[in-house]
């Protein structure tokens, strides 16, 4: 992985759902990935919208309580380590951009991005080559 | 260590006395065992961010679709549930 030193990362959803299952492909990767950001290797980040997501995915495909996943939840938005940021003006005008724009990938992934850009986030950490698709954003793919 | 930071505090004269003793006895500085003390009773950092995100860590085992994240795939269904009667 390129050196991320100093460095914001966006860190996806799918990456936080692959922390917290052991029976995902990528979770040994997922493990090394936090183990990075416990020695603070890089400034991890996440949006609302990730949060919203994995809590989400905890409810719906997961089947765990409303309460139980909420307080995995704020595992990740309480913990220091993590910078938190949120939709503004400016995400929605970037998000607006996007739409007007001619990359094909899917309007949520183009919010993520909008939220990312508008709070001066330009590299994300997933699992999915969507993101390749936008030259805006630097993607790092894991696989 | 961090950047040092110069501060007053005051200390009941007994207190200052018994750490006088041990800078001497111990030849440390006085401004030393303080650090030491702090650190003592203040939480790790470290320690308490490793702990919390180990606490997630693997937690679930899901196998298959349901344990795995598609953004698109996860929407799509959503609206198609919120459009149906």
Redesign the interface.
Known sequence: MMNLTGKKCLID??I?????????SL?LTA?KL?QR??KKEFKPVLSSQNLL?LT??LVH??K?SKQEAVK?VE??A????FEIIYPNVNVLNRFFDFMKGEVSI????KF?ISTALGNGVNIIITA?K?FMKVKEIKTILLI | MSQLIRTTITLPADLYEQLRVASFYQRKPISQLIREGAEKILPQ??NV??L??K?????????GK???????Q??DELNREKMSD
Not at chain 1, 106 to 109: A, G, I, K, S
């Open positions: 959803t799918n936080l759902v692959a922390y917290i299952n052991q029976s995902h979770h493990k936090f950001i416990v997501e989400a995915v495909a997961f765990i995995d595992l990740f309480n913990d220091p380590l899917h309007t949520v992934d993520l999915d969507q | 950092k470290k961010v490793n919390t995100l606490k997630i860590e693997g937690k679930y085992s899901i196998v349901k344990g795995q994240f598609n953004r698109s996860f929407y």
